[in-house]
């Protein structure tokens, strides 16, 4: 009588290996969406070194400095930061994970949100030539699901310059 559950070892290891090289090729094609709407979004900033997007921390750096351009200080839920401190919070979040085992999980977590939000806020609003407030949501929304802000990103025109360099003034060139 034949074995009617029995799995071949060479079957499941092909299924394994099928299942780990899909969800790779799903992640290569997500961080490639991903750094190329960031990529777009320095281009239209002008930003000294678009080829920033494509490299993980250096890409969140890259998009901080552009939305804070000239100004000293960037307001951050109310709070007044100096813009060099906001441009850091990138690299101040691994350090307070590992400095602080438990607690800085979750404070990293929440400082991603709130600057990585603050990031995307100020983008739309300059992008759409609409108010801080107005993107909020959005760019919150952004700072907690990547793949929010990549599709906001791409769907803008590749056409558009952002000229000016007041939060409050949005004149993007098309």
């Not at 190329?36 to 490299?55: E, G, H, Q, T, V």
């Not at 307070?96 to 603050?118: E, N, Q, S, V």
């Amino acid at each position: 009588m034949r074995n009617v559950g029995y799995i071949p070892s060479y079957s499941l290891g092909t299924l394994l290996t099928t299942i780990i090289l899909t969800y790779l090729i799903i992640l290569a094609c997500f961080w490639i969406l991903k750094a190329y709407s960031r990529y777009r979004i320095l281009k239209f900033y002008d930003y000294r070194n678009p080829i920033f997007a494509w490299f993980p921390i250096l890409s969140m750096y890259a998009l901080s400095d552009a939305v804070c351009e000239d100004q000293e200080k960037i307001d951050v839920c109310g709070l007044e930061i100096p813009s060099e401190l906001f441009k850091m919070w990138v690299i101040l979040n691994p350090a307070l994970t590992f400095l602080i085992p438990y607690a800085g999980t979750i404070l990293t977590f929440a400082i991603r949100i709130i600057c990585k939000g603050r990031v995307f806020t100020r983008i739309y609003a300059r992008c759409e030539e609409k108010n801080e407030k107005d993107t909020e949501i959005m760019g919150y929304l952004s700072g907690v699901f990547d793949i929010v802000g990549v599709f906001k990103c791409l769907l803008y025109p590749s056409n558009i310059k952002i000229k000016s360099s007041s939060p409050n003034i949005k004149s993007p060139e098309f």
